[in-house]
């Protein structure tokens, strides 16, 4: 109000300071929009002003609106055109920060390397008359970026000579920030010794280092022990964050952390508290971040892999695929995503395609110095390889879990020696999956340890050792809700002509829900989920959730295989259609997209300040 008063009375640097002021406290408040109307307003009238450094407060603050306002690349500009001028003026601090929250944006913009970049310039970083508080920020700002392109090596000496300065200098939240990061790194480079550089700090946050950082603190725990093969700390940590981040009102790092407790409720079998809190996630991310995708998206696609719902998880992945490269994601986010896109290509029986993903992510992890995030693409690797290809994942594998001694590792290692094994001998196959899933069992990753014991099954399924694996493993998946994968132990099972216990005899006529039917028509008339969304006024998640309950209610794995199963049950009489035309996959190996050429960035969101410049913690 005031502002406008200055406006009237033509008073440009009343105006300029009142306008700062304003853009700030609507930062503040989160309303980006409106912050960037008076940030606009205050560098047009500054430009009558005589005083440089007053001209120079206004573009910063404009910058910073615009990063607020998801205006990445003006707001790089912006900010980076204004520190030299600042630096000319020795007010080399701000210089610092301008820099800083550039990077941010570059970094938001996928600019990934030159984000890193400005953070890491020599002449910055010697810059002597910058104070502790600045160059500690501007390591961190290092140690962050480059943990997130799986540089751990320079993370680590950058997260070192922040600490170092936070202490020195008597910034508490700066060194706790710097210890995470350290933490982060060593843990990523294989030491699990890490884990309590991460819990030190979490301790200095909860004695006043910075609320956000005891939240953060919890998700870097909760992030690497799922890797690290320990899922109930996993979840344990998750909890932990998810509660205290409700508490502080820290609603960015709560839905992080609950994207993170749903991969490590999968990993542990419960998938659907897994579900609920994958999609509480991407409920609170859709709300902050209109138009914008979820970062929760890679775990939602893992979930319909989990379950066994391939199909879904497959188109799920092509998706994802078509809008990500590697300089868009954080990296361990694009193993992730590149391993479930595998493992779904290769069980919907595209092997090439699998083959395909598995190199390109390879090719890039091994320009890492990651020793935990890759090793299920390792493990996929091997069961998608041949010859050389697979017999260097395996060797890898057994190379980390001997140097490292992490127990997951070396039960992948075992499952990955399997598959190459049962290419010759189905008997050392079935010893080596039975091995790795008990090791799986022992350390509670019960969703792989029901894979091995399937895949143990399916190496020597003739044998009666091999039916009562088979068995076995549906029962494990028939316990987590995983009924793709029951149904595919079931049609291995009857494939040998091994009897299989009833589940009860279904009509599914009488079984199937009015909605489940109405869907199921309109999946023989050859639509796609996002059609027989539109048609029925429902989002597509949840047509895919009435999917999983058709197949599993028709005893099919596919889209293809319930409309054949459903017309040989008069399901579908009078109904029109034919055949399924929702292949969105193209035929195998060619035209999949494995990683997209560059996409146009999104330049505009609805995320507050305080989400933009911290999503990269």
């Given at each position: 109000?005031?502002a406008?008063?200055?406006v009237?009375?033509a008073d440009a640097?009343a105006v300029?300071k009142?306008?700062i002021s ?6 503040a ?10 940030a ?11 005083d440089a450094r007053?001209?120079?407060d ?7 609106a615009?990063?607020?306002?998801g ?7 912006e900010?980076?055109?204004v520190a030299g001028p ?8 701000d210089?610092v920060?301008a820099i800083?929250e550039?990077?941010?944006?570059r970094w938001?913009a ?5 984000a890193l ?6 002449a ?8 502790a508080?600045a160059?500690a920020?501007v ?15 320079s993370?680590l ?5 922040a ?10 939240e700066e060194?706790?920030r ?7 790194a ?6 699990a010794e890490?884990?309590?550089l991460?819990e030190?700090a979490r301790?200095e946050?909860?004695?006043?280092a910075?609320q956000?950082n005891?939240t ?12 690290l093969g320990?899922?109930?700390?996993a ?5 932990a964050g998810?509660e ?5 009102g820290?609603r ?7 994207s993170?407790?749903g991969?490590?409720?999968?990993a542990?079998?419960?998938l659907?508290?897994?579900?609920r809190?994958?999609?509480l ?6 709300a ?6 979820s970062?929760?998206?890679p775990?939602e696609?893992?979930?319909?892999l ?6 879904n998880?497959l188109l799920g992945?092509?998706g ?8 868009r994601?954080?990296?361990?986010h ?5 391993s479930g896109h595998?493992?779904?290509a290769?069980?919907?029986g595209h ?5 395909a ?10 320009s ?7 090793l299920?693409l390792?493990?996929i690797?091997?069961?998608a390889g ?10 890898q594998?057994?190379r ?9 590792a070396r ?10 094994d049962?290419?010759t001998?189905g ?6 999956f039975?091995?790795?899933?008990r ?9 792989w ?15 009666d ?5 088979l ?8 316990s987590?809700g995983a ?8 049609a291995?099972?009857?494939?040998a002509?091994?009897r ?13 829900t009015a909605?489940?039917?109405e ?8 639509l796609t989920n996002?059609?027989i969304?539109e048609r029925?006024f429902?989002?597509?998640?949840t047509?895919a959730?009435h ?17 054949h199963?459903a ?5 579908l ?11 969105a996959?193209g ?6 997209v494995?990683l997209a050429?560059p996409a146009?960035p999104?330049?505009r969101?609805?995320r507050?300040r305080g989400s933009?410049?911290q999503?990269?913690?």
């Amino acid at each position: 109000a005031l502002a406008r008063h200055a406006v009237g009375a033509a008073d440009a640097d009343a105006v300029v300071k009142l306008s700062i002021s304003a853009s700030r406290a609507a930062r503040a408040a989160g309303d980006a929009a409106t912050a960037l109307a008076h940030a606009n307003r205050a560098v047009r009238w500054a430009d009558a002003l005589d005083d440089a450094r007053r001209r120079l407060d206004a573009r910063v603050e404009r910058g910073i609106a615009l990063l607020d306002a998801g205006e990445w690349h003006e707001a790089a500009e912006e900010l980076e055109g204004v520190a030299g001028p600042l630096t000319a003026l020795r007010a080399v601090d701000d210089a610092v920060a301008a820099i800083c929250e550039a990077s941010t944006a570059r970094w938001h913009a996928g600019e990934h390397e030159r984000a890193l970049a400005l953070v890491t310039d020599p002449a910055l970083r010697a810059s002597a008359s910058a104070s502790a508080s600045a160059r500690a920020r501007v390591a961190n700002q290092a140690a962050i970026f480059s943990n997130m392109l799986a540089r751990f090596r320079s993370g680590l000496a950058y997260s070192r000579e922040a600490r170092e300065m936070g202490v020195e200098a008597g910034l508490p939240e700066e060194a706790c920030r710097a210890l995470i990061y350290a933490g982060q790194a060593r843990v990523c480079r294989g030491d699990a010794e890490g884990l309590i550089l991460i819990e030190r700090a979490r301790g200095e946050a909860q004695r006043g280092a910075g609320q956000r950082n005891e939240t953060l603190s919890l998700i870097c725990a909760s992030h690497v022990l799922l890797p690290l093969g320990r899922p109930r700390e996993a979840a344990d940590a998750a909890r932990a964050g998810i509660e205290r981040a409700i508490a502080l009102g820290v609603r960015d790092h709560e839905l992080v952390l609950r994207s993170n407790l749903g991969d490590a409720l999968i990993a542990t079998g419960n998938l659907e508290e897994g579900r609920r809190q994958i999609e509480l996630a991407s409920e609170g991310w859709r709300a902050l971040r209109a138009g914008i995708p979820s970062p929760s998206d890679p775990s939602e696609a893992m979930l319909l892999l989990a379950r066994g719902d391939i199909d879904n998880a497959l188109l799920g992945f092509h998706g994802l695929s078509a809008s990500t490269r590697l300089d868009r994601m954080e990296f361990s986010h694009v193993l992730s995503l590149m391993s479930g896109h595998a493992l779904a290509a290769l069980s919907a029986g595209h092997p090439a395609e699998a083959r395909a993903v598995v190199d390109a992510a390879l090719a890039a992890w091994r320009s890492t110095d990651d020793r935990i995030m890759g090793l299920p693409l390792l493990a996929i690797g091997a069961q998608a390889g041949d010859g050389d290809r697979a017999a260097q994942c395996v060797g890898q594998l057994q190379r980390i879990a001997r140097e490292t001694g992490m127990p997951f590792a070396r039960a992948l290692a075992r499952k990955a020696a399997a598959h190459v094994d049962g290419r010759t001998d189905g008997g050392k196959a079935f010893d080596g999956f039975q091995d790795a899933a008990r090791e799986c069992d022992s350390i509670g990753m019960v969703w792989w340890a029901a894979q091995a014991t399937m895949h143990a099954g399916l190496s020597d399924v003739e044998a009666d050792r091999g039916a009562a694996a088979l068995l076995d493993a549906r029962a494990r998946f028939e316990s987590m809700g995983a009924d793709g994968w029951r149904l595919r132990c079931e049609a291995a099972l009857r494939a040998a002509g091994r009897r299989i216990p009833s589940r009860g005899a279904i009509d599914a006529r009488g079984e199937l829900t009015a909605r489940e039917m109405e869907v199921l028509l309109r999946l023989a008339d050859g639509l796609t989920n996002r059609q027989i969304g539109e048609r029925l006024f429902i989002s597509e998640r949840t047509v895919a959730r009435h999917l999983i309950q058709v197949f599993s209610k028709l005893g099919v794995t596919s889209r293809t295989a319930a409309v054949h199963a459903a017309r040989e049950a008069g399901l579908l009489e009078g109904a029109t259609g034919g055949h399924d035309r929702d292949d969105a996959r193209g035929a195998p190996g060619g035209g999949v997209v494995v990683l997209a050429a560059p996409a146009a960035p999104a330049t505009r969101g609805t995320r507050g300040r305080g989400s933009a410049r911290q999503s990269a913690t």
